[in-house]
């Protein structure tokens, strides 16, 4: 089973997916795909470690995401915008298609695990024209990469001010561009 958990910055995405693998596990897996740049985020993730209770089993995996032993797990990925991040920067010479690619490839590897993966993921393209061209290309490979897992997904939300808005219930088609 695939949720699809999206939407802006602080929009409550985080703390919808950790609720709902709680519901359906004792003892879920959060796999956080982040790289410490600067101090601040670095006290963001440790604030999200100290919400997190000791039920948790934490996995930080900023790349191979589908290298993490998670088999028979209700599973966390927080977040796709952070390890496309990462994808981009460390393959800035590809094209954003190349990359897209390496990130399909790698995210449907991951799904074939037998896991219940719940995905959270940013909205960025939702304001203004970025201003430079390697905004541009991450814009588009997030968007497109949204598109790929709101394909894939059972189930598809958007979180708005904290409220979820479901998109995709499960049985439901996808016409979505990048699936």
Known sequence: MLYFITGGQRSGKSSYAQNLAL???SNPVYLATARIWDDD?????ERHQRDRG???TNIEEPLNISDCEVSGRV???DCVTLWLTNLFFDHQDNSVDEILEMAKKEF???TKKDTILIVISNEIGLGGHAESAVARRFTDLQGWMNQHIAGLADVATLMVAGLPLQLKRPGAKS???GA
Do not use: P
Request: aromatic share 10%; proline share 0%; charged share 25%.
């Open 23 to 25: 519901k359906m596990s």
């Open 108 to 110: 449907g590897k991951l």
């Open 175 to 177: 016409t979505a561009h």
């Open 75 to 77: 599973v966390v990925l």
């Open 41 to 45: 985020f670095r006290q963001r993730v």
């Open 54 to 56: 000791s039920e948790w």
